[in-house]
């Protein structure tokens, strides 16, 4: 399977060394991606409380939005760093986990789904009704993203093949 | 002992059994989606103080975050909690559990020295010439503080002959 091989990869790199180089590689990268997910995943709840109607209605959204781009931005590209790193360090391990290949669904998702509609309501488009559904949609895809995130650290499901 | 003992009997109560047993994986996961969540309202706070997020004014993100901010406590706090009930007479001698309540403790001394010192000068000052440097150095406590508590979480796990 080429994903497999790519991930195969991936876990023999001098990366992949370095993070397994020393016990505390591995927490240290965690706090950073930690970081990067209350700057991206907290800040973009606050824009869909806003598009939902909940908080800082009398700011405009694409006010509000642009305000926290920035570094909602640098969230993301801390996790999308950070993620890998630590994707490296058993790339087996998160192939064959089912909470894995959720969080990358749900990130998939949530991606595609900024692209398409979240930033054009967030540049101001859009009826309230869309506003809302995209509130919605994004609110609930990160907490899945996250939840999901978690659940690979505690759950450790392995899918097995016979 | 006075501290093992309470923790080995919420280590013993129905619920610490439950969760340590079967369900440890549902409290983790309030905790980090919450801390997800409300992490962004004690953020942007602490940028709109430090001028890294002008808009909207201080005094309109402090009234819209309060009931929100404690919302976040409440499922943090508590998710929080259950699970040290799960594990309590572990994590209680854990180096890394100990750091994260003494800089918890810290957060809440920053936050209590703001609202009764600085918060209303801030109010005052915003319609005059922007924040206060105490407010500022607030601000940047409260981030520092918090990085340092993710830290210490994540010590837990690496730290501590059984962990």
């Known amino acids: 399977m080429p994903l497999f091989k790519l ?32 700057l991206l995943v907290g800040l973009a709840a606050i824009i869909d409380l806003r ?11 694409p006010a509000l939005s642009s305000e926290l781009a920035p570094w909602t931005t640098t969230g993301f590209v801390l996790v999308l760093i950070t993620g890998p790193l630590l994707l490296s360090t058993d790339p087996d391990r998160y192939y064959l986990s089912w909470e894995f290949r959720f969080k990358m669904a749900c990130l998939a998702l949530v991606i595609l789904f900024d692209f398409a509609l979240h930033s054009r309501v967030r540049a101001g488009g859009g009826s309230p009704a869309m506003q809302r559904l995209a509130g919605w ?26 | 002992m006075a501290i093992r003992e309470i923790c080995q009997a919420l280590e013993d109560t ?24 409300f992490g962004g309202a004690v953020v942007m706070e602490d940028l709109r103080l430090l001028g ?9 993100i402090s009234r819209q ?3 929100w901010k404690w919302a976040g406590g409440v499922v943090v706090g508590l998710s929080g909690f259950v699970i040290f009930m799960s594990d309590a007479t572990r994590l209680y ?16 001394a920053n936050a209590l020295i703001f609202r ?43 730290v501590g002959p059984e962990y």
């Open chain 1, 137 to 162: 949609v994004s609110l609930i895809l990160w907490c899945c993203v996250v939840a999901a995130g978690r659940a690979i650290g505690v759950l450790k499901t392995a899918i097995l093949f016979n």
């Open chain 2, 52 to 60: 890294r997020v002008r808009k909207p004014g201080y005094s309109e």
């Open chain 2, 14 to 37: 129905w619920l610490g059994t439950a969760v340590r047993e079967r369900v440890y994986y549902i409290p983790q996961i309030f905790h980090l989606v919450g801390m997800a969540l």
């Open chain 2, 93 to 108: 001698r854990n180096e890394g559990f100990q750091w994260k309540v003494v800089l918890l403790l810290l957060v809440a």
């Open chain 1, 7 to 38: 991930l195969d990869w991936w876990g023999e790199t001098p990366v992949a060394h370095a993070m397994n180089s020393a016990v505390w590689v591995f927490p240290a990268v965690e706090v950073l991606h930690m970081i990067g997910i209350v």
């Open chain 1, 51 to 61: 598009l939902l109607g909940v908080r800082f209605t009398g700011t405009p959204v």
């Open chain 2, 65 to 67: 975050f309060l009931p």
């Open chain 2, 116 to 158: 009764s010192k600085v918060y209303q000068q801030v109010l005052i000052a915003e319609k005059t010439d922007g924040i206060p440097r105490a407010a500022k150095i607030s601000a940047a406590l409260s981030l520092l503080l918090w990085t340092g508590v993710i830290v210490a979480s994540r010590i837990i796990g690496f």
